[in-house]
């Protein structure tokens, strides 16, 4: 076998984000039988968002040229601009934001715009310099771990832990232990937060873009999961840009995920790195997604399947299952449930449980229900990772039947292992 350089070690290792890809893969893709799928971030199939992408595939076709363009040209490798100049405008109408086409890039996905990003903004620099990527919240993003191309890439920080009632809790941002340093690169948050479902409140996102002005690097907030697209949050907050944040969304969680379209929002300057990043790596990006959404900008009618049909669904499956882990968990286990405001997950805190997360993962896969074990979410923490190694990330964005005889498994598994057996 040939060696590997560097590169190639980090990105071969091993990591989380293919064993939480390849169960998904296996479950859904493949029609794994008997399998309960608990553990991906794939979305629903919510019936009249999956009617808005087949009307407009049909106005596509219907259009002729339209649909030959989208299928037979590149589109420029910072993405379609008539993309770029209906979202400039929707947010322009939104938010009040100033920005234009030019503030506005496309990557093959959100995990590439951060693949970008991170390795634009920390690792290695002139003069022996070395720049990290600050995690205020860590359990965060089961996909960041790997995408640093260097070691030592992240600094995770333990948020505080509030004990909001029986068998519930919640993350807040512990603004005294974070250090910001000479090296940092970046600040970087998830907005609903992956994998507990925290939404950080807006006084701890304007504390944190202070932070990140102060020692002259960017705020990254990751909207893979929040406003105003695809807009799973359930509690209410205002967005907030400016020159110092970068925003990223993702049409995937709206219900497009196999067009894998990443979007960048952020200074020119950036969008201008990206792109050239991007043209080196991907050439250009695929157009369908943008082709299928931008009229829905136009016409505002994103809103409208956001507010009447998204939010609504998964708010109501995080009610259900909610309400199954209190009808099947013990009330004397020492569980405990993150508070559930967005996302498509729930996120459970087993304290001392007598084995590690990883091994009642291992333990609940023999049983035929998949879910995440906590500790690939402790990225840059040791302390975290200590925390996390009690905990998991299931999914409720499967059928209501799938979830609940999943959480029926899961419950009973706990019990056992509470009691030894």
Request: hydrophobic share 45%; charged share 20%; proline share 5%.
């Amino acid at each position: 076998m040939f060696e590997k350089s560097l590169f190639a070690q980090r990105l071969t290792g091993g990591s989380g984000i293919e064993t939480l890809m390849e169960d998904l893969g296996h479950a859904m893709a493949e029609g794994g039988a008997g399998i309960r799928m608990l553990g991906g971030g794939n979305p629903a199939l919510i019936p009249e968002v999956s009617a808005c992408w087949r009307r407009r595939m049909r106005e596509l076709l219907d259009e002729g040229a339209r649909f030959d363009r989208m299928m037979a040209v590149y589109d420029p490798p910072k993405g379609n601009h008539r993309f770029a100049l209906a979202l400039a405008a929707f947010l322009q109408r939104a938010y009040g934001w100033d920005v234009g086409a030019e503030h506005i890039g496309i990557t093959a996905g959100g995990q590439s715009a951060f693949f970008y990003l991170f390795n634009l903004l920390a690792g290695e620099f002139a003069r022996g310099r070395r720049r990290r990527v600050l995690l205020p919240v860590v359990p965060e993003y089961i996909g960041y771990a790997n995408q640093g191309l260097g070691a030592d890439f992240f600094l995770g920080v333990m948020p505080e832990i509030e004990h909001t009632g029986p068998h519930a809790f919640k993350y807040r941002v512990d603004f005294a232990r974070l250090k910001i340093g000479a090296d940092l690169g970046a600040i970087c948050v998830s907005r609903p937060t992956n994998p507990s479902g925290n939404v950080l409140t807006d006084a701890e996102i304007v504390h944190l873009d202070a932070l990140a002005r102060e020692a002259g690097g960017p705020l990254l907030i990751d909207n893979a999961y929040g406003e105003p697209f695809p807009g799973i949050v359930f509690t209410k907050i205002r967005p907030v840009w400016n020159e110092n944040i970068i925003l990223t969304f993702s049409l995937s969680k709206l219900g497009l995920p196999g067009t894998r379209t990443g979007i960048i929002v952020a200074h020119p300057d950036v969008i201008r790195a990206v792109t050239s990043m991007n043209t080196i790596v991907g050439l250009a990006n695929g157009t369908i997604g943008q082709a299928i959404v931008t009229p829905l900008l136009e016409s505002g009618e994103i809103l409208e399947l956001v507010r009447a049909h998204v939010r609504p669904f998964y708010e109501r499956k995080a009610a259900n299952a909610r309400r199954w882990i209190a009808q099947y968990f013990d009330d004397a286990l020492d569980y405990h449930v993150h508070a559930s405001e967005g996302a498509l997950f729930l996120w459970l805190w087993f304290r001392g449980l007598p084995i590690s997360a990883a091994e009642l993962y291992a333990r609940l896969k023999f049983r035929g229900v998949l879910v995440v074990p906590g500790h690939f979410f402790a990225i840059g923490s040791a302390e975290a990772e200590r925390h996390a190694s009690e905990c998991i990330r299931l999914s409720f964005a499967m059928d209501d039947a799938v979830v609940e005889e999943g959480i029926a498994i899961l419950a009973d598994e706990v019990a056992r292992v509470y009691a030894g057996r």
